[in-house]
């Protein structure tokens, strides 16, 4: 174990040495050797040292130029430094530093007490000029705020209050930005405006991506709100959901089941979406099928149905009703019906029931047969060999034909009532409405 600790020891020689040789002087030792040379090297040392901060308890000996340092300093940086310095001195032949970084507790911390007074004096001493840069930036702000609180001429550039609330909360913004900059510059401090803004932009940029549906929706609020792709009481369908705008907000649409459900769909979604405006032209189309059969006068069919759909006092002449063959079945051949209407005087869905209704009594009247569906069940020889159930059915006399001319009522009157309860949610619920009915179409 002994011999293990002089190796260490003897490897380490060399090293210590090399650490201590570092920084020290170069050049040609002079012979001549004198006391008072070494006393001036010393009292030049400490005048030095004196001025310096941080080398109070550091004491210097000089022997034959040589300068041996001792103390302790408060950071460890301060005592390798010292090599260097005291090189730099005339006469000096080697350095001895035995300066180490002091523990003590209270010469660590009066340094940062001393700080922290010399700040604090500072800032009491910049007290007055600071209350002079807050009071610019107020000043600069109310100035804003007030511009922004005036309805003009903001209510007249803006098409709707939500782009005017838009408008003044960006020239809040303005004059907030305008009184930093003019209390930084009365604190000589303008060079941190830049570090604020991009600050500031790291910030906003990593708050958008955080909350990226919200400002997508915002957007969208933006733009449905000067488009105005419907108005209030329009029947419109959106992904699927039907129902009578009640209004737009700045989050969402919200719109007016037929069931009297409020649907309220963020606008978002509406701004992406299909949408179906069943309520913009005044013509409405609506169509139906009926099945005949194919051992019937088609051509006759089709006649009677085309008069019928023309002569209801509801449909309209101009887009004028039609009717036409779609497919062969089975058992039947598929006659569509289509005809138009006044759909802001007449219920589309009314209008529809009666068309099919009347049109359906006609080809009856008529005797243009309607069948179901037939099966032919295999293995029966005939009639007279079937089921007695078979033989009484077949047995029984057709219908007489049905002839009905009496109209009924078509008129809107479902779909006033509706608008009278949208009229009456917009009146009573939530004043954040951006939709116009005078707004220009899109």
């Known amino acids: 174990m002994f011999r293990w600790l002089l190796l260490i020891v003897f490897l380490a020689l060399p090293i210590a040495g090399a650490a201590q040789s570092e920084d020290q002087p170069t050049g040609t030792i002079g012979v001549e050797d004198s006391a008072d040379r070494d006393a001036a090297i010393a009292v ?4 030095i040292l004196a001025e310096l901060d ?33 090189a730099r001195v005339e006469g000096v032949v080697a350095i001895e530093n035995e300066v180490a970084e002091t523990t003590d507790v209270v010469e660590r911390l009066n340094p940062a007490v001393e700080r922290f007074m ?14 002079i840069a807050v009071v610019a930036f107020c000043v600069v702000l109310l100035l804003g705020f007030f511009v922004a609180s005036r309805k003009q001429p903001w209510d007249r550039l803006a098409p709707n209050t939500f782009i005017a609330d838009i408008y003044r909360t ?16 009365i604190l000589n401090a303008t060079a941190l405006l830049s570090t604020i803004l991009g600050a500031a932009g790291i910030i906003g940029l990593a708050i958008g991506f955080a909350v990226k549906d919200t400002v997508e929706n915002f957007i969208a609020s933006i733009m449905l709100s000067i488009r105005q792709p419907f108005r209030p009481n329009d029947t419109i369908e959106i992904d699927g959901d039907i129902g009578n705008v009640i209004r737009l907000t700045s989050r969402a ?10 649907i309220r769909i963020p606008n978002s979604t509406v701004f992406k979406s299909r949408i179906v405006n069943y309520t913009r032209n005044t013509e409405r189309r609506f169509v139906f099928d009926l099945g005949i059969g194919p051992e019937a006068d088609l051509a006759h069919a089709k006649d009677i149905a085309l008069q019928t759909l023309t002569s209801l006092p509801f449909t309209l002449e101009t887009p004028a009703a039609n009717t036409w063959l779609e ?16 759909q802001h005087n007449t219920s589309w869905v009314g209008a529809r029931s009666e068309a099919i209704r009347l049109v ?26 079937g089921p007695e159930e078979a033989r009484e059915n077949a047995a029984k006399p057709a219908p007489p034909p049905v002839r009905d001319v009496d109209v009924a009522d078509v008129d ?21 409405d951006l939709l116009k009915r005078d707004a220009p179409p899109e």
């Not at 030049?44 to 005048?47: E, H, K, N, Q, S």
């Not at 919200?254 to 409020?262: A, E, M, Q, R």
């Not at 497919?327 to 006044?342: E, K, P």
Request: glycine share 10%; net charge negative; proline share 2%.
């Open 170 to 185: 960006l020239i809040r913004l303005g004059f907030g930005v305008a009184g930093l900059v003019v209390a930084l510059d």
């Open 44 to 47: 030049r040392i400490r005048d």
């Open 54 to 86: 941080g080398f109070g308890d550091v004491t210097v000996t000089v022997t034959s130029g040589i300068v041996t340092l001792r103390g302790t300093t408060l950071d460890a940086s301060k005592a390798a430094s010292l090599n260097d310095l005291v």
């Open 118 to 131: 010399h700040r604090l004096s500072q800032f009491v001493a910049f007290i007055p000029l600071l209350s």
């Open 360 to 385: 359906m009594a006609a080809l009856t009247a008529e005797g243009v047969e309607m069948p179901e569906p037939t099966y032919r069940i295999k293995g029966l020889a005939g009639l007279e060999d």
């Open 412 to 432: 809107a009157t479902m779909e006033n009532q509706l608008e009278a309860i949208v009229a009456d949610e917009r009146e009573t619920g939530e004043v954040n």
């Open 253 to 262: 649409t919200i719109l007016l089941s037929f069931d009297g459900n409020h």
């Open 327 to 342: 497919t062969v079945g089975d058992s039947t051949v598929t006659l569509r019906c289509v005809a138009w209407i006044d």
